[in-house]
């Protein structure tokens, strides 16, 4: 007995020490687990760190949206990082355009950014086809990324001297409906949350209901979208089933719709909110051999958390507080244990920064021609007075001309991050109900917010950049190859010219693919565009690059929509543009373009050494007597019928033995015999650089620059070789035009058909956060609204909006 009692103690012993060494081998084997876990989480940490980029967001605030053809569209440009909203000074061109429906460019122009903001116009042809148009903007340095994050909204232009076919307009209803599941997939067997939005032929969203049968026309999920048609609902796949979608309308009209393609193994994400201040984000899959999930949140860029799970029977699950998620729009990643991608959601957290800016008028109502008072102040986030960076349009709002509520607050929060037209997107920062507000805001993200993941193409270590930011000023990028092989010409000298009294002219070396890169500092207006070779110019072919962007915009343009109800309105709207263009002033009607305040009118290399203004002197009847007689720098020498020049070097006060640079109204001249033979009294006057000038990757013995009296090149023979080519520089400043009906100018009759009262694209309140503004009311009665909208320097965004009613005396 007391052996037994012994073996069955050791069996005891023996089974204790084996649970024991399994305890620890598991601790050990979740401790490697734990381990690795941590590690690729750190990977993934420092592989999304290391492949940031700098990203711009621009916006562009136009002075309405409705507008006939011969009338003016102003805008003011905003540009901010992307990732703190902070108004951001990498890229100082924006390029703005209108494209038609068949996304060809109405109108195109480059307009000079200056600590974030710049401002612009166009002038509407009397040719252009009535339709919904796209404004659209951009860097060159957004080039090198999704053209979906353009800045880009729809613009309704009329030309009211052609008659519309009603009929044609008057089209069929349409509607659509896509989904989209939530994570990306749908997956057999397991549960998702599918969103989905349905449209009309307009774009706008249309309220339904809609079921989903199988092939024994049993409901398996039915639905009932929210605001602006969107909304979703849970829906489990089954391999075996065959399953319809059938959609009833708000107006009684039924549609049908397909589901997405289906994937046999996968992941799908759901997030809930479980309080005011939690969420939940749960992960399925039906992949039996996955073990690790990695889950990322980033808001704008900045890593926000990250975080690893174990899958225990198929699922995971996180609960997150959102005061860790920043502000706006966060992206959650989700990765497999091979940290491949696997699932995308964006989740929307109400700011609270913003800058709040406040309109007062002196009166609500106005009479025709009579002053308007206006007083603005903005304030912080802590109700603080601030400094502020403002736009503001006062213009008139019927049927036609409405208030459009894609603000920069709202654009810059919402629209910016997500695709496709965002219909009414300052709903989503109301204040009226909180919950359906967020509800919709989340709708918002399975929707608009859905993408597959781009990851890899995201963040490639060896992402290259094809377009370079403009820190300085406008580039003109050109490529330059040889003519006899049509290989890429690397390492020559190249020099580009914007000729005029104050030209502006850069010079650059081809790089191994044939690229040349100019800065062109200031060219403004339009003017003809000098590019040449300084050496062998016949063995080069050179082609300018198109600096606007060829991708075809990712905003679909919504049918366009006028109504025969409106017809009144419109020739109303007509008769006032005539009479306007008829009527108003000289001063209204002279286009008065001018250079910006800030435009730097230096040349490059500049002031010079001497500068002679020769109708200071005494006329010689040729350049070479000017040059020998005159210009007491400059030697001249004539070598086997060649003519050279060899300019003093100030600091040595010797002659430099080989050629200067030699410009013509800012167009390098290699051969001097043309400047020798050239008649000297077109010439206004000779700059000289006495001393060696490096120039680019050029060093000069000196320059001597001669300008003519109308700064274009005159009659001036260039070489064969040379390239001469229309060209619209930045545009010039333009300066809104309101009459001033003071008391000594009340007795004018000319009639003011304007409906657009004010525009004042650089406001600027100060230290106190105030500014006052004075104008003048028209002839056209109504109801006016006041927007008004911009940024500080911390990067807090606000608009607002009034209205105000212009009435009879």
């Not at 939005?197 to 989903?212: A, R």
């Not at 050496?535 to 082609?543: E, G, H, K």
């Amino acid at each position: 007995m007391d052996k037994n009692k012994r073996y069955y103690k050791f069996i005891a012993c023996q089974a204790q020490v084996k649970r024991k060494f399994f305890f620890l081998l598991n601790l050990l084997v979740a401790f490697i687990s734990l381990s690795a876990q941590d590690r690729s989480i750190e990977e993934l940490k420092q592989h999304f760190n290391d492949n940031q980029q700098v990203h711009e967001k621009l916006f562009v605030h136009t002075d309405k949206n409705f507008y006939l053809a011969g009338e003016t569209l102003w805008f003011k440009v905003y540009t901010v990082n992307a990732n703190d909203h902070t108004p951001i000074d990498i890229s100082r061109v924006a390029y703005v355009e209108i494209l038609n429906s068949d996304t060809k460019p109405l109108l195109q122009a480059t307009i000079k950014l200056s600590q974030g903001t710049g401002e612009g116009s166009f002038t509407l042809p009397s040719s252009l086809y009535s339709g919904s148009y796209i404004l659209r903007a951009y860097t060159n340095w957004m080039k090198n990324f999704d053209e979906g994050f353009f800045f880009q909204k729809i613009v309704t232009l009329v030309n009211t001297a052609r008659q519309p076919d009603w009929q044609s307009l008057e089209k069929k209803e349409t509607y659509s409906v896509q989904f989209f599941p939530e994570g990306g997939d749908l997956v057999y067997d397991l549960q998702s949350k599918v969103g989905f939005h349905i449209t009309d032929q307009y774009g706008k969203g249309v309220n339904g209901s809609g079921i989903i049968v199988d092939q024994q026309n049993d409901t398996v999920a039915h639905f009932q979208s929210s605001k602006f048609g969107i909304g979703n609902f849970y829906f489990t796949p089954r391999k075996e089933a065959v399953y319809t979608i059938k959609i009833l309308l708000s107006n009684d009209k039924m549609i049908t719709a397909a589901l997405p393609s289906v994937l046999d193994q996968g992941y799908v994400m759901d997030i809930i909110e479980v309080d005011g201040d939690r969420i939940k984000i749960s992960v399925s899959t039906n992949i039996k051999s996955q073990s690790l999930i990695y889950l990322l949140a980033h808001t704008r860029q900045e890593m926000k958390m990250a975080l690893g799970s174990t899958i225990s029977n198929g699922k995971a699950d996180w609960i997150i507080n959102k005061n860790k998620l920043g502000e706006g729009i966060s992206n959650f990643l989700l990765f497999d244990d091979k940290r491949q991608p696997v699932c995308e959601r964006l989740f929307f957290k109400r700011p609270k920064s913003k800058m709040h800016i406040s309109v007062t008028s002196d009166e609500q109502e106005y009479k025709t021609r009579s002053g308007l008072k206006i007083e603005i102040n903005t304030k912080d986030k802590e109700s603080k007075p601030v400094a502020a960076n403002l736009s503001m349009a006062v213009f008139l709002i019927d049927s036609l001309q409405t208030y459009d509520t894609a603000t920069l607050d709202s654009y810059i929060w919402l629209t910016s991050e997500l695709r496709g037209n965002i219909e009414s997107p300052h709903y989503y920062f109301g204040n009226d109900n909180p919950e359906e507000i967020n509800k919709a805001a989340d709708n918002l993200m399975l929707t608009h917010g859905w993408r597959r993941f781009r990851w890899e193409e995201e963040h490639a270590a060896n992402f290259s950049f094809t377009f370079l930011p403009e820190f300085e000023s406008l580039m003109v990028s050109a490529n330059l190859s040889d003519k006899k092989s049509g290989k890429p010409a690397a390492g020559v000298v190249s020099y580009l010219s914007f000729p005029g009294e104050k030209f502006s002219a850069s010079s650059a070396v081809s790089d191994s693919s044939g690229r040349i890169n100019f800065v062109l500092k200031n060219a403004y207006g339009a003017n003809d565009l000098v590019l040449q070779v300084d050496s062998n110019s016949n063995r080069y072919a050179i082609q300018i690059v198109n600096p606007y962007s060829e991708k075809k915009p990712s905003l679909a343009i919504p049918r366009f929509a006028l109504s025969e109800k409106w017809k009144d309105q419109l020739r109303l709207h007509h008769i006032n543009i005539q009479i306007a263009n008829s009527f108003q002033t000289i001063k209204a009607r002279t286009e008065q373009y001018t250079l910006p305040v800030s435009a730097d009118t230096t040349v490059f290399y500049g002031r010079p050494d001497k500068t002679y203004y020769l109708d200071d002197y005494t006329r010689f009847p040729t350049m070479e007597e000017v040059m020998r007689e005159l210009v007491s720098e400059v030697r001249v020498r004539k070598e086997n019928d060649q003519f050279h020049y060899s300019t003093l070097n100030i600091p040595y006060k010797l002659h430099f033995k080989s050629d200067p640079l030699v410009l013509f109204d800012g167009v390098p001249i290699f051969n001097i015999n043309n400047i020798i033979s050239f008649d000297p009294l077109k010439i206004k006057k000779i700059d000289v650089i006495a001393r060696k000038y490096f120039w680019g990757s050029t060093i000069n013995n000196g320059i001597i620059s001669y300008t003519s009296y109308e700064g274009n090149l005159g009659a001036f023979e260039m070489d064969p070789a040379t390239i001469i080519l229309e060209f619209g520089g930045l545009q010039l400043k333009r300066e809104f035009y309101q009459p001033d009906y003071g008391a000594e100018k009340q007795t004018s009759r000319l009639p003011d058909t304007r409906n657009v009262l004010y525009w004042q694209p650089a406001l600027i309140t100060d230290f106190r956060g105030k500014k006052e503004l004075h104008f003048f009311s028209s002839d056209v009665i109504g109801n006016y609204f006041i927007v008004v909208q911009g940024i500080t320097t911390s990067g807090l965004v606000g608009s607002t909006a009034i209205t105000i009613k212009v009435k009879q005396p």
